[in-house]
T-cell receptor
Framework: DAGVTQSPTHLIKTRGQQVTLRCSPK?????VSWYQQALGQGPQFIFQ???????QRGNFPDRFSGHQFPNYSSELNVNALLLGDSALYLC?????????????FGEGSRLTVL | GDSVTQMEGPVTLSEEAFLTINCTYT??????LFWYVQYPGEGLQLLLK?????DKGSNKGFEATYRKETTSFHLEKGSVQVSDSAVYFC??????????FGAGTRLFVKA
């Protein structure tokens, strides 16, 4: 049973560029959340997707956008990259009927902006 | 807004020492509380959880009790091992769909 998979694992971009990160949820999960984890900090909620719609959004600018596909996989897009966008981006999946609220995380995509 | 505060690290212990990592929270309503662990090079994984006041979550020798009166969820283990070296995150989920994480506490266990 595959867990949450993310790609790419590492990438380097320059300021002003755009990046797309991808996530496949754990088998049986239908909800995907994205988090940004700066070095030495806890994960910060970006947004959550369910039924191909953004269900809730954290305090991130519109440069951060996402998409969920019919197979529940998801993409995170960041436009006009800033140096401060350098971070580990984590995808977490869950099942909408779970009453525990447990999240299952991928290993993350480490983005470096130069 | 909702938030989680946990003790700063790093925490350095010798093997078989007793571990406490403090966590307090601010939330409206009755949140679910979690401890996640992040081993080097890996993603976060759930360590334990508690969904209502006075619940005790436990796993792999770790325990935490949901204390509503003190808004706390401290993580404890009676005897740590080198393999417990990791970053530990306290988290809560209140109203809505997002889980809020603390800043993390890095634990080093020396042999």
């Amino acid at each position: 049973d595959a867990g949450v998979t993310q790609s790419p694992t590492h990438l380097i971009k320059t300021r002003g560029q755009q990046v797309t990160l991808r996530c496949s949820p754990k088998s049986g999960h239908d909800t995907v959340s994205w988090y940004q984890q700066a070095l030495g900090q806890g994960p910060q909620f970006i947004f959550q997707y369910y039924e191909e719609e953004e269900r809730q959004r954290g305090n991130f600018p519109d440069r951060f956008s996402g998409h969920q596909f019919p197979n529940y996989s998801s993409e995170l897009n960041v436009n006009a990259l800033l140096l401060g966008d350098s971070a580990l981006y984590l995808c977490a999946s869950s099942f909408r009927h779970s009453n525990t609220g447990e999240l299952f995380f991928g290993e993350g995509s480490r983005l470096t902006v130069l | 807004g909702d938030s989680v505060t946990q003790m700063e690290g790093p925490v350095t212990l010798s093997e078989e020492a007793f571990l406490t990592i403090n966590c307090t929270y601010t939330a409206t309503g009755y949140p679910s509380l979690f401890w996640y662990v992040q081993y080097p090079g890996e993603g976060l994984q759930l360590l334990l959880k508690a969904t209502k006041a006075d619940d005790k979550g436990s796993n792999k020798g770790f325990e935490a009790t949901y204390r509503k009166e003190t808004t706390s969820f401290h993580l404890e283990k009676g005897s740590v091992q080198v393999s417990d070296s990791a970053v530990y995150f306290c988290a809560l989920r209140a109203g809505g769909f997002k889980t809020i994480f603390g800043a993390g506490t890095r634990l080093f266990v020396k042999a």
